[in-house]
Nanobody
Framework: QVQLVESGGGLVQAGGSLRLSCAAS?????????MGWFRQAPGKEREFVAA????????YYADSAKGRFTISRDTAKNTVYLQMNSLKPEDTARYYC???????????????WGQGTQVTVSS
């Protein structure tokens, strides 16, 4: 059972930056894993933000994240990062890390989920 622990959320002003981290409790050795970030704002559905294929580092982004967010991974540390720049108030949400063997990275079909970390962007 892979456990995921997120960190790095907080309160930031619009235009600011945050870096989220998500550490997996064990190595994702299979190479088939994808790790992703989703977010959920109050009263809204959980939505895809970004994902990275563990084996080759291929990255995927939601349109809302392109050009502002960067996902990366450190395979030695079993950790995925989400660098968020030029933050907007509409980025305010709880951000969840996910890991799993998935076909469609943008769908919430991941097997493992973290507890989430809150990101609040003030205007």
């Amino acid at each position: 059972q892979v456990q995921l622990v997120e960190s790095g959320g907080g309160l930031v002003q619009a235009g600011g930056s945050l870096r989220l981290s998500c550490a997996a409790s064990e190595p994702l050795d299979s190479g088939l894993y994808t790790m992703g970030w989703f977010r959920q704002a109050p009263g809204k559905e959980r939505e895809f933000v970004a994902a990275v294929r563990w084996t080759d580092g291929s990255t995927y982004y939601a349109d809302s994240a392109k050009g502002r967010f960067t996902i990366s991974r450190d395979t030695a540390k079993n950790t995925v990062y989400l660098q968020m720049n030029s933050l907007k108030p509409e980025d305010t949400a709880r951000y969840y890390c996910a890991a799993g063997v998935v076909i469609y990275v943008f769908r919430a079909d991941y097997q493992y989920w973290g507890q989430g970390t809150q990101v609040t962007v003030s205007s």
